[in-house]
Structures are given as C-alpha cells and as structure tokens.
C-alpha cells in the first residue's frame, strides 16, 4: 500500500471514528443526560438572530462580558437547523477536518510504515478516550472550550508545514473561541521554538524570540481581556471575581487545590507521558512540559472561581481539552524531519507492530485514568446508551408528558424547565429560574418538580394557572392561547 492509499484510509478511519463520537453524542442527548452549559451555548449561538445583543443567552445575559466565545457566530447555521445537535454536527466536523488537514500535509518518511507511525501517535490522542471523553463532556453537554483540540491541531499542523495563511486564521479562531486562546498558541509556538532549536544561533537568539512569541500573544490576552471588560460595561469581570475568591481562601486550602489538581493532571498525562517517552528523547519531552506550563497556570487560576471545589480545575473537560490540544500540536510539529532524527520513529517505521502495542497500551491506560481518576468508565457510558438506560430523575412517561407539552405550545414560547428535560424543549427559548430576571419575557409556562419553588420570589403566581401532572408542578400563564390539557388527558393525571 503506497503513502497516498494510507492517506485514503485515514481518513476513512477517522471519518468512522468521528462518526461513532458522533453517534454516541445524539443518542446520549435524546436520552436526556445533558444540562445547563450545552443550552447555554445553544442560546448564544443564535442570539443575534433572534433580535438579541451578540453572545446574548437568557441565564448570564451579556455572556460577552464573560468569556470570548465570538466563534459561536460561525456555529449558527447548524443550530439554526438541528438545535442543539448542531453543537455537535460543527464540532465534529471541525474535528475531521482538522485530523484531514493533518492527514494531507504529512509525509512518510523512514521506510513505507512513516506515515502509519504518525498518524497512530497522533490518533491516539486525536481520537482516543480522552478525546471522546471531552466530545462527551458528561452531564454539562457542551461549552466553546472542547473546540480547542481541532483548532491546536490546526494551528499545529499550520506552524509545521510553514502554511502563514492558516497559522493566522487558526490563531484568530483559537482568540474567539475562548480568552485562553491566545494562551494555547503561544505554547504551541513556544514549543516549536525550542524543539527546532540547535544551539547554532546562540542562547541570546533563543531568549529574544522567546520573548517576541510571549510578548505578541500576551498582547493578544490582554486585548482579548479588556474586550471582555469592554463588553461587561468597565465592572470586575469573572477573573476579579476569581482573584478575590481565592483570596478569601486559607493556606492550607489553597495548598490543597494546587497539591490535588498536579497530582490529579499528572496522573491524567501518564499515558500521555509515558507514550511520548517511549518515542522521544528526554530533552524533546522536557520541551512539551516547559511550554505546556503557561496553559497551567492559566487553567489553575480559571479554577479559582469555583473554589473551595476543585472539580473544574484543570482536569475538567474545559481545561484539559486545550492542554490535549495542545500536546496532540506538539506530537505533530515534532514529526517534522530534523526531529526525526532526534527520536525513536526511523526504529518504529522498521518495527511497526512494536509501536502499535504503545498505540494499544497508550489508549488501555486512557480508559483506566478516566475510570480511577475522573469516575468515567467509558465502556459503561457506551452500554448505557446502547441499552438506552435513563438518568436517575427522568423516566420514559415523564418524556412522554413534557414532549406533549413542548409540541401543545407555541414555537418560541418562553419556558422554564426542570433539569434533565432541556432538550425536549430545544425550539422554544429557554429561561432560567436561579435568573428570570434575564428572561426575554415572563414565561408563557414553567414546569417545576419541587413545591417550594412556587414561593419562588421572581414568579407572580397570580399571572399563572397552577396545575399538576404527574410529579410536574404546571404554571401556565394566564395569556397563554395554548391549551395543555391534552397532555393531562394522555398522562391520566
């Protein structure tokens, strides 16, 4: 088989691969496992269609006083079409075609197995447990962060074939995708600084144009911040907020987080670390690691906010997809041809079945650290889809009742939803009971599971017509020219 025909097969794989991510994905959604983030998202992007401020969504409101997340103008056509499942249709074709990108610019090299040899190491990262755990991102569905693997791939890809075009149009996505953005490019071209360096041009050269990539990509952060601040109307944006959080923090829990997280990320990257040992040279290694560290320190400090909970630190989905990102960037720009030399890949392209058993063990350790130290077992997730098993709180005839209701009212009413159920609702607009303040409107209809809630102090209950159907309390404005009754009638209650 020639280069172009293991081309060819590639990217069938990865077209197979990506399918199944997919696949997976929508399944899981119909079965109502995805909350808040992914309806969050799925708001913004359509926001200024629907006559609302860009990056507009009825929770946080101004989300552009948040987070960068301009990208989502480039995601409206697919949710305009496929609601929510959008999200996941541009993500992974974004994915594809950035693991295609990869796939056309590389060369073999070595004997015929060269190409082989590249793309398992970079699939095994690209496509492997990591990668469909982040495409999964349990529970939170969906959130701008996880498009972080396809763009440093890109950009990646970009700064190794020397393509200026695509390493400014990759580095402009990677900036309005998230504020991390800029952070992310910066290692990448840091990293290929320091692997591409011989020593020929001097200690001093290599400080200067170190210092040139620090300082054009931290100019590039800080814009990207004070246009945050510019859009939060000049008031503390979330990383005040952070800053003043941990303050508060004492000693010993502020020890605490960082001990726990390192250790945490260091067990995560074992696979990682121990498949690029097998590959490369220490020194190559010691690259990755000091060039991974602004992307670090950048994912503790987004931690802040949420402490003294540590979960959405670095090894949350929203971080670790920028630093596998940026790691699957740095395979790919060390399999240019003066790196080659330097490492063990001219052994593996003589000895190709050798490397596919550290392409093996590499992806069975993912499984096991996703398992121990994120308590997801992958296996399990699949099998729960294919069996079509429920979350705990959500039952087959609750669906049937609320997916009565959403087709009973009007398309774009305003709704307000229990958890778990947003997805039967994906065509109407969403309002959120912990902000109705932010709602477009009062809500033609709320759904709570909870008395207590109907003491809510942001609804009059003397606009609303309080019913129950099944475990459902059922506030229907009094406005409304929908009828629900249909639904109680179905139900039996």
Same mark, same amino acid.
């Given at each position: ?8 097969? $590639? ?41 609302? %401020? ?15 997340n301009y990208i989502a103008l480039f995601f409206s056509p697919f949710t305009v079409i496929w609601g929510a499942k959008g999200l996941f249709i541009a993500h992974a074709i974004l994915l594809l075609l950035s693991l295609i990108y990869f796939i056309c610019t590389a060369n073999g090299f070595g004997s015929g197995n060269g190409f082989k ?25 969906? /959130? ?23 390493? &400014? @149009? ?11 953005g800029p952070v992310i490019a910066c290692c990448i071209h840091l990293y290929n600084l320091f692997a591409t360096y011989t020593g020929k041009e001097g200690r001093m050269v290599l400080f200067v144009k170190s210092a040139r990539i620090i300082s054009v990509w931290f100019f590039l952060f800080i814009v990207s911040m004070l246009t945050i601040y510019i859009a939060n109307d000049f008031k503390p944006t979330k990383i005040a907020v952070a800053l003043e959080n941990y303050m508060r923090l004492p000693l010993e829990a502020k020890i605490s ?13 074992? %696979? ?7 590959? /490369? ?6 690259? @990755? ?7 670090? !320190?950048?994912?503790? &400090? ?17 971080? /670790? ?18 790196? &080659? ?11 190709? =079945?050798? /490397?596919? !058993?550290?392409?093996?063990?590499? &992806? ?23 069996? +079509?098993?429920?979350? $705990?709180?959500? =039952? ?9 209701? +959403?087709?009973? !009212? ?41 008395? =207590? ?5 942001? #609804? ?23 009828? #629900? ?9």
């Open positions: 088989m020639n280069i172009r025909q293991e081309k060819r097969s $590639a990217i069938l794989l990865c077209i197979i691969v990506i399918s199944l991510f997919l696949g997976f994905k929508i399944l899981k959604y119909n079965l109502c496992y995805y909350t808040t983030d992914l309806f969050s998202s799925l708001q913004v992007t359509k926001s200024w269609l629907e006559g609302f %401020p860009l990056l507009w969504e009825s929770r946080n409101g101004n989300t552009a006083g948040m987070h960068n040899v590249i793309f398992l190491f970079v699939a095994a990262l690209g496509l492997g447990p990591y990668s469909f755990w982040i495409f999964d991102n349990p529970y939170l569905g969906w /959130f701008f962060d996880l498009l972080f693997i396809p763009l440093a791939i890109i950009l990646g890809v970009s700064v190794r074939s020397g393509n200026r075009v695509m390493i &400014i @149009i990759s580095g402009l996505l990677l900036i309005i995708t998230k504020e991390e987080y960082y001990a726990d997280e390192l250790l945490k990320l260091f067990l995560l990257l074992v %696979p990682v670390i121990l498949f690029l040992i097998s590959v /490369f040279k220490v020194r190559t290694i010691g690259f @990755i690691v000091l060039a991974l560290v602004p992307l670090i !320190i950048t994912g503790l &400090i987004s931690g802040f906010i949420y402490l003294p909970n540590g979960n959405f630190s670095v090894t949350w989905t929203a971080r /670790f997809s920028g630093i596998l990102g940026f790691i699957t960037a740095a395979v790919i720009l060390s399999t240019n041809e003066n790196l &080659i030399a330097k490492s063990r890949l001219l052994y593996f392209t003589r000895n190709v =079945s050798y /490397f596919f !058993i550290l392409f093996l063990l590499c &992806i069975s350790l993912q499984f096991i650290s996703l398992n121990y130290i994120k308590n997801y077992n992958l296996l399990d997730q699949v099998l729960a889809v294919k069996n +079509s098993d429920l979350p $705990a709180t959500v =039952s087959t005839e609750r669906i049937a009742i609320l997916k009565c209701i +959403s087709n009973a !009212i009007t398309p774009g009413s305003v709704v307000v939803i229990p958890e778990y159920y947003y997805n039967l609702f994906e065509y109407h607009s969403y309002a959120w009971l912990d902000n109705l303040s932010n709602a477009e409107r009062e809500p033609e209809i709320i759904i709570l599971t909870d008395s =207590s809630q109907l003491k809510h102090k942001d #609804i009059d209950l003397g606009n609303y017509q309080v019913s129950k159907i099944d475990t459902f309390y059922i506030l229907e404005n009094t406005s409304n020219t929908f009828n #629900i009754e249909k639904c109680r009638i179905k139900s039996g209650f």
